[in-house]
């Protein structure tokens, strides 16, 4: 079985551009999370969808917004990019049930990179 | 903020030799996940242990976890030059019931053959 994708793997923007990532959970995860990770520091939360409703937002302005869509896809856009936006945003993907023994399978990532 | 904290920040060992991390976090867990990480890629997730479990295996790898001190302890025996990555600890927090991780800083291990 295919694991969590992510698309683009690698990509280079402009200040000021928009982006969307994309993200395709574990077949019958119904939850995906969004994590940024900038180099040398682990992940950072950014947003959790279940049941295509947002149920978490990590400490993120504005300019980002995500969505999960009605086959448990996912995007996460990004507005008015900003150098410190150049970072490694990862997707995670669970199975719906008891958190306490919920595994989170995470994907390779999206290398951006804001210029 | 990180919630985990991982000590060391880096080990470098020789193969075969054993390598403990160690991670403490500040609140309640629903459980705890260790991952691995290789250089520019993606999160591998290793073990899972539960807030009302003291200690699992899985191959080369022992998880431990003391709740009373909020801490736990990631053991790989017998090391490897593959082993070489950056390992995390992750808590999912007591009360959350979706995948909202809060990661450490990480060890970066570098196992010379």
């Known amino acids: 079985d295919a694991g969590v994708t992510q698309s683009p793997t690698h990509l280079i923007k402009t200040r000021g551009q928009h982006v969307t990532l994309r993200c395709s959970p574990i077949?019958?995860?119904?939850?995906v999370s969004w994590y940024q990770q900038v180099l040398g520091q682990g992940p950072q939360f950014i947003f959790q969808?279940?049941?295509?409703?947002?149920?978490g937002r990590g400490n993120f302005p504005d300019r980002f917004s995500a969505r999960q869509f009605p086959n448990y896809s996912s995007e996460l856009n990004v507005n008015a990019l900003l150098l410190g936006d150049s970072a490694l945003y990862l997707c995670a993907s669970s199975l719906p049930g008891t958190a306490s023994g919920n595994t989170i399978y995470f994907g390779e990532g999206s290398w951006l990179t804001v210029v | 903020s990180q919630q985990g904290e991982e000590d060391p920040q880096a080990l470098s060992i020789q193969e075969g030799e054993n390598a403990t991390m160690n991670c403490s976090y500040k609140?309640?867990?629903?459980?705890l996940q260790w991952y691995r990480q290789n250089s520019g890629r993606g999160l591998v997730h290793l073990i899972l242990?539960?807030?009302?479990?003291r200690e699992k295996h899985s191959g080369r790898l022992r998880v431990t976890l003391d709740t009373s001190k909020k801490s736990s302890s990631l053991l790989i025996t017998a090391s490897r030059a593959a082993d070489t990555a950056s390992y995390f600890c992750a808590v999912l927090p007591g009360g959350t019931s979706y995948g909202k991780l809060t990661f450490g800083q990480g060890t970066i291990l570098t196992v010379h053959p």
């Open positions: 242990i539960r807030s009302n479990e």
């Open positions: 609140t309640s867990i629903n459980n």
């Open positions: 077949s019958g995860h119904k939850s």
């Open positions: 969808y279940y049941e295509k409703e947002e149920r």
